[in-house]
């Protein structure tokens, strides 16, 4: 039988590469890109059986053209998955932090360690594609004087020195993966939550209604995020996440929000995997 082919954005050790294993199993094929636009095509064009893709941190808040590939490629949520985040400042061996002029990682990496670096100013940022990469680029170039800021699993894997561990600004730090597929997968039976779209005229109280309508029907709303129309200028559409305990009143109030602002998109119904 052949493998599953995952997509995902970072190499061997990042933090993408961690969550396809744990939540697949390591008998997978990985297909690993720079970027994410090349992963969500991989996942559309059949390429990819699923992706795994950051889609919010809980420093670093949302990662937004995430939002806007899932809707664009037609791509459906099938799971989610609540990674712990470490950030380890990593180096060749043999060095201290004073020796340090340079650290590269993820953009989304280098946001959540923002207060380590406000007390070590001689340190300059500079973004690359990964948290791993980086690990792997400075093993492989013998790069003296840069740190990478990535995983304990990367350190071991490129044979790195952590120079300072956990450097993320809070110590509890979780990013929010989402598994993808192409069809719009049917939902299990215990789905207690869903990711929908919904485009609402720029009307006063318009956005109030639609929240109201939510928590009337007992709905929780664990996340809205608005994202541009880019077609057309100042006008958003939301983004938003639902928990809810009775399936039968999710599908009425979906049919409720039809009504009164008209197309709501489904992107998925799956499990809720948050723990607090
Ligand atoms: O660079 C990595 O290791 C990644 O998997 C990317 C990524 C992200 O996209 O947010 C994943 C988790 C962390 O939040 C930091 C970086």
């Known amino acids: 039988m052949s493998k599953l082919n995952v997509a995902i954005q970072g190499v061997l050790g990042s933090f993408h590469h961690q969550v396809a294993l744990r939540n697949f199993g390591e008998d997978i094929e990985i297909l690993d890109f720079t970027t994410f636009e090349p992963v969500a095509r991989a996942v559309a064009n059949g390429d990819a059986d699923f992706a795994v893709m950051a889609i919010e941190n809980s420093i670093a808040g949302a990662i937004l053209p995430n939002y806007d590939l899932i809707d664009r490629y037609g791509l459906s949520i099938r799971d989610e998955y609540y990674l712990p985040i470490g950030h380890q400042f990593m180096a060749l061996p043999g060095q201290t932090i004073q020796d340090i002029t340079e650290?590269?990682?993820?953009?989304?990496?280098?946001?959540?360690?923002?207060?380590?670096?406000?007390?070590?100013?001689?340190?300059?940022?500079?973004?690359?594609?990964?948290?791993?990469?980086?690990?792997?680029?400075?093993?492989?170039?013998?790069?003296?004087?840069?740190?990478?800021?990535?995983?304990?699993?990367?350190?071991?894997?490129?044979?790195?020195?952590?120079?300072?561990?956990?450097?993320?600004?809070?110590?509890?730090?979780?990013?929010?993966?989402?598994?993808?597929?192409?069809?719009?997968?049917?939902?299990?039976?215990?789905?207690?939550?869903?990711?929908?779209?919904?485009?609402?005229?720029?009307?006063?109280?318009?956005?109030?209604?639609?929240?109201?309508?939510?928590?009337?029907?007992?709905?929780d709303l664990s996340k809205i995020q608005s994202i541009p129309v880019i077609e057309k200028p100042w006008e958003y559409a939301f983004f938003i996440d639902l928990v809810f305990e009775d399936h039968a009143i999710f599908s009425q109030t979906i049919e409720e929000i039809r009504t009164s602002f008209g197309e709501v998109k489904i992107f998925g119904e799956y499990i809720s995997r948050k723990c607090n």
């Open 103 to 219: 650290v590269r990682s993820h953009p989304m990496a280098l946001l959540q360690c923002k207060a380590f670096f406000a007390q070590h100013p001689h340190i300059k940022l500079k973004e690359d594609t990964d948290t791993a990469s980086v690990a792997r680029d400075i093993a492989a170039g013998n790069w003296k004087g840069v740190a990478a800021i990535a995983s304990s699993i990367a350190a071991d894997i490129y044979g790195m020195e952590i120079l300072a561990p956990d450097i993320q600004t809070v110590k509890s730090n979780f990013t929010r993966f989402i598994i993808l597929q192409k069809e719009s997968v049917k939902p299990a039976t215990e789905a207690n939550k869903a990711s929908i779209k919904v485009t609402i005229q720029n009307q006063k109280g318009g956005l109030a209604k639609l929240l109201t309508l939510i928590s009337e029907n007992g709905i």
